[in-house]
């Protein structure tokens, strides 16, 4: 008896308890020692008898022709419908130089499935959520279906049930799951006819269609709306620039300083010539000509005048403690004309974007590819009465062995 207690002791552990990889590696042994430890349970019986063989019939044999006969004589048949989809992303334009050979190396290394499997899922988490169930049609759409008088108490659903309630039955009513290098998405819906079984697919194929599309047009219509506040952030700062741009010309009354600067240069240049010609004349007369001539005084009176007219332009052109020189003026108008040309090109670009942004809101950016279409079932797939029942025979034969053993154990040790 203590050799029965301890194999019961070491299959609890292995069935109910460390980790599954631990299970795994002794899946054989615990079967093995299930087996003996069934084999002792039963040879307990026969040696004690009474209590505890009434136990064997009414915890083992009892449930087990119960749940056959319900199993196989009154529950409902149900039929199962499955698609396979999965999401792919259009490329909306030509890649930049490089991005080609960076795509290929993440589709090889996975990148690029790993994108489609997170939009599947996408498409799982709302399948599974409450949303759908309201989606679907809420309860006019459900009580036809699954709360019909013909479908049996335990697998219809009540017709006073709430959303809550609704939402955990439509849980056991659907299976989905999401291959990671595929990103196909699996879906398989049970309904007790095989013509509401495919209806209840196709529409959910339907609303996860609709959903992407209302995700790509919300993600669009967001980038969109960003696009459209930069180019009136955009034009707003080009509106400014010119307005000081304008400011500048209006308070210094001219258009272009530099072309101001180009016109005093020049008559610098024929004032500098107009000296030179004057100089070497009083040079030549003077040796022939006394110096308080009325010509030499005259052409000393005009040089005067052409050499002050010459200090003065250059006094406008180049005057470090004069503030409307020319050369201050051209030093502001190239800063005012650079943040002018910087509030157009950002202007440009911020146009592009939005240009951009509007032609992709007109495409379609992510799709819901249909692999498998749902299809009419022509046979049911549950129940699985002889498959159920042998399983529920197993679990209740091991937990009352294990019971049984401890109980008789503890009685051997107690006596």
Known sequence: MRDAQARGVAL?????????????????????????????????????????GASFWAFVVAPTVCFWLYA????????????????????????????????????????????????????????????????????S??????????????????????????????????????????GILTLRVEAFRPDEAQKIASDLVRLSEDLVNKM?????????????NEVVAAR???????????EFRNSNALIDPGARATSLGELIGKLTLERIDLVNALSTVSSSLAADAPSQRLQRTRLAAVEKQIAELRKKLTDDQGAGAVSEQIATYESLKLDEQFAERLYSIANSAYENARQDLERQQLYLVTIVPPTLPEAATYPRAAANTALLFSSLLIAWAIISLLVASIEDQMT
Request: glycine letters at 6%; a positive charge; charged letters at 25%.
């Open 141 to 182: 759409y459900f009580e036809p279906v699954f709360a019909k008088p013909v479908i049996d108490y335990f697998s219809r659903l009540d017709r006073d049930a709430t959303l809550e309630d609704a939402w955990k039955y439509w849980l056991s009513r659907i299976s989905a799951s999401v291959e990671n290098i595929s």
């Open 216 to 228: 790509t047009v919300r993600n669009r219509a967001d980038s969109l709306a960003r696009a459209e």
């Open 236 to 246: 707003e700062r080009l509106a400014r620039a010119r307005e000081k741009t304008l």
């Open 12 to 52: 609890w552990r292995i069935l109910w308890g460390g980790s599954p990889l631990e299970a795994g590696r002794r899946s054989v042994p615990a079967l093995m020692q299930g087996v003996d430890f069934v084999t002792d349970a039963l040879a307990a019986v026969q040696v004690k008898g009474g209590l505890l």
């Open 72 to 139: 196989a004589i009154w529950q409902s048949e149900r039929f199962v419908a499955e698609t396979r989809m999965t999401l792919r992303e259009a490329q909306s334009r030509e890649p930049p130089k490089g991005a080609e050979a960076a795509s290929i190396i993440s589709k090889l290394s996975g990148g690029a499935a790993s994108r489609d499997a997170q939009n599947a899922y996408m498409v799982l988490a709302y399948v599974k959520s409450r949303a759908v169930i309201q989606d679907l049609g809420g309860r």
